[in-house]
């Protein structure tokens, strides 16, 4: 296994991570056995990070299983797990979260402790307010957290703004050979490792649209590339190929899929993607970026528009769901939505008032093609049901 350092604690974590939000599931239950299997093979092929969430159904709950059934196993890894920000509504509520996030897990530290999906610089503000700076410094002082990070999920500019705003020990984003200018994309991660942050990446294969579900295109040109990489070693390969990558979060859930992946971890130091593969991977994207609609970069110079339409996001989407299936698109919609921050602004919220048109360096008529958005993936009643959905998940 190939270890990268964490340059601010120095622990050497393996450059392939095990996120167990994907562990196999029977009867719509997590299958602890196949998925202790599947723990106990990574940890022997050198996996030492393994990230949950308290948001993950049963997965900690699970993991805490694992370990209590192999007794030292806790101690010989890292676990990652999260904060249900929608969820806190006080200081109480972020040690009420931790304190059961523990129990679940049968251990009395977090290793690395994320802040879960922050969306923008706003979220920052709530958590601030809510006093999270002398909370987490007291966990750490406590030995309850090992290290203090944050997963984000939102615009590109916000996220420098995010790094600047606490001493963060790490961050995880969003990265792929789709996504260099989408979310944080290739300037955050540049940003992050400028300031010295540890950089965790997930979703390097888009859910798993980079693997199985290519689109036909994609795939012709990849097996015309001349180069014998199969689809998921290369699109790993390239993410690692970044110095400033620490470690790949992969939800695998069968052994083939673990095997495969410790292998490409070992050989796929920084700087040593093949001119071919490089090749390889620019024509991919070029295949899947055909199917896109709107040709929106994720620049977000249109932004911030005054009805919080967040218009980067709404073109990701919509693209997706050409590239990609309907059901990806619609997924990512929702959760473009700033669903998580009770706040939920989509395509409809457009009232055509221009003042992002002008800023676009695109020429993208946007509210035109955000009424594209709204007709195509905006099921009727959405908005309503997710602003229905989140008081719920906020009460
Ligand atoms: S035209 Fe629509 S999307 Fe653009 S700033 Fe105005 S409300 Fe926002
Ligand atoms: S300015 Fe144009 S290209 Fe940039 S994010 Fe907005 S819509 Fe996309």
């Known amino acids: 296994m190939q270890f990268r350092s964490d340059q601010i604690s120095g622990k050497q974590l393996s450059a392939l991570g095990f996120g167990c939000m994907r562990f196999p599931n029977r009867g719509g239950r997590i299958d602890v056995d196949a998925s202790e299997r599947l723990v106990l093979a990574a940890v022997e092929g050198g996996v030492n990070y393994f990230d949950t969430a308290y948001a993950y159904s049963g997965n900690e709950i699970a993991l805490g299983e694992i370990f209590a059934r192999n007794p030292g196993l806790r101690d010989r890894i890292n676990i990652a797990t999260k904060l249900p920000l929608p969820r806190c509504q ?146 790993l390969r390239w993410i690692w190929n970044r110095p400033e990558v620490t470690l790949v979060l992969s939800g695998m859930n069968t052994m083939d899929q673990l095997e495969q992946n410790i292998t490409t971890a070992d050989g796929a130091l920084p700087g040593t993607l093949e001119a071919d593969e490089a090749r390889a991977v620019e024509l991919a994207r070029e295949a899947i970026a055909r199917n896109y609609k709107v040709p929106c970069t994720g620049c977000g110079y249109c932004l911030p528009c005054p009805q919080g339409v967040n218009i980067p996001m709404c073109f990701a989407a919509y693209n997706t769901s050409f590239a990609h299936g309907w059901y990806q698109g619609m997924h990512q919609y929702v959760t473009a939505s700033g669903v998580m921050e009770g706040n939920a602004r989509f395509a409809s919220d457009c009232v055509r008032c221009g003042a992002c048109v002008e800023k676009c360096p695109q020429h993208i008529d946007i509210p035109d093609e955000l009424a594209s958005v709204k007709r195509r993936l905006q099921v009727p009643g959405l908005p309503r049901i997710v602003r229905l959905g989140t008081r719920l998940m906020m009460r």
């Open 90 to 235: 006080s200081a109480d509520d972020f040690d009420r979260y931790l304190t059961r996030s523990l129990k679940r897990l049968g251990t009395d530290h977090v290793d690395y402790y994320l802040v879960h999906n922050v969306t923008s610089a706003d979220v920052w503000a709530r958590l601030k307010e809510l006093g999270f700076k002398k909370w987490a410094s007291r966990q750490k002082s406590a030995g309850r957290i090992g290290r203090i990070g944050f997963s984000y999920h939102g615009p590109e500019g916000d996220f420098p703004i995010l790094l600047d705003s606490y001493s963060w020990d790490f961050c995880q984003i969003q990265y792929n050979y789709m996504n260099e200018h989408y979310q944080a994309g290739t300037a955050g991660l540049e940003a992050a490792a400028e300031r010295g942050v540890p950089v965790i990446v997930m979703e390097p294969l888009l859910g798993g649209k980079l693997a199985a579900d290519l689109p036909d295109d994609a795939k012709a040109v990849l097996e015309g590339a001349g180069t014998e990489a199969d689809p998921v070693r290369l699109a």
